[in-house]
DNA sequence: CTTTCTATCTATAACCA
DNA sequence: TTGGTTATAGATAGAAA
């Protein structure tokens, strides 16, 4: 979307990179709340900046608490 | 999008409840590989259908991977 | 529970401030 | 960097299978 169809592969340009980055972020963000709000159904969201640094997401429950909801299936229910 | 503009609540009837966490889970899924694809980042994505069902994202690494990147910070870098 | 079609609503790439 | 603006590409609600 945008102006121009984008090709997805990673950008090189660095400041492009962050920006984009911000903006997607901030989008992927929406949808997952939206998804969970929709459905009511519990979303996880854990990404990691360029830069090394830490956005999460999750809505009514905790990160932790999805994350142990995650880790205690049975690990044949685990797999993709 | 789509036909109607939608309220951001819960959808009450079941099939459309289904129905939408079909698709825009989907959506989700693309739109994060997408981000982490462009910029290059970990992505962690994990949700639980409406009737309980598990649904994983996640790029290069494997979820546990990203996890243990997530539950190894520091807990000052954990909060939001 | 997944998927096709299609009219509409959204997200966003490139700019610009 | 850090946010707006705008032209377009993309996502999806509803209907139906």
């Given at each position: 979307?945008?102006?121009?169809?984008?090709?997805?592969?990673?950008?090189?340009?660095?400041?492009?990179?962050?920006?984009?980055?911000?903006?997607?972020?901030?989008?992927?963000?929406?949808?997952?709340?939206?998804?969970?709000?929709?459905?009511?159904v519990d979303v996880?969201?854990?990404?990691?900046?360029?830069?090394?640094?830490?956005?999460?997401?999750?809505?009514?429950?905790?990160?932790?608490?999805?994350?142990?909801?995650?880790?205690?299936?049975?690990?044949?229910?685990?797999?993709?």
């Amino acid at each position: 979307m945008g102006r121009v169809k984008l090709q997805i592969k990673r950008i090189e340009n660095t400041t492009n990179r962050q920006v984009t980055f911000s903006k997607r972020r901030n989008g992927l963000i929406k949808k997952a709340y939206e998804l969970s709000v929709l459905c009511d159904v519990d979303v996880a969201l854990i990404m990691f900046s360029p830069s090394g640094r830490l956005s999460l997401f999750s809505r009514n429950k905790s990160i932790e608490e999805i994350l142990e909801r995650y880790v205690n299936l049975p690990e044949h229910e685990r797999g993709r």
